[in-house]
Nanobody, 113 residues
Framework: VQLQASGGGLVQPGGSLKLSCATSGNIFSRNPMGWYRQAPGKQRELVASSGTAGNTYYPDSVRGRFTISRDTAKNTVYLQMNSLKPEDTALYYC????????WGQGTLVTVSS
């Protein structure tokens, strides 16, 4: 099982980041995929999902700012994050929808001036 998230970092409010998640081919091709995040002291939440047919979902908190995409050739899921806010600070993970018990280590996004 491979769920390797990368691309996090420190960014100023209003800035952008693009996260990547390398997955195993059998996971990627057979499942809807999602990006989740967990902020300190809060529960993990889903911030974007992409079905195998390309349908997407975003909660109100990120809709219009985040975009999820899939590269079938690379078995990779991306999350483009624009207009970042301090409340977007969290550990970001990718996983299937619904999520597997294995989460990988995530990538840290810190939005701060």
């Amino acid at each position: 099982v491979q769920l390797q998230a990368s691309g996090g970092g420190l960014v100023q409010p209003g800035g952008s980041l693009k996260l990547s998640c390398a997955t195993s081919g059998n996971i990627f091709s057979r499942n809807p995929m999602g990006w989740y995040r967990q902020a300190p002291g809060k529960q993990r939440e889903l911030v974007a999902s992409s079905g195998t047919a390309g349908n997407t979902y975003y909660p109100d908190s990120v809709r219009g700012r985040f975009t999820i995409s899939r590269d079938t050739a690379k078995n990779t899921v991306y999350l483009q994050m624009n207009s970042l806010k301090p409340e977007d600070t969290a550990l970001y993970y990718c996983n299937t929808i619904p999520p597997m018990t294995y989460w990988g280590q995530g990538t840290l996004v810190t939005v701060s001036s």
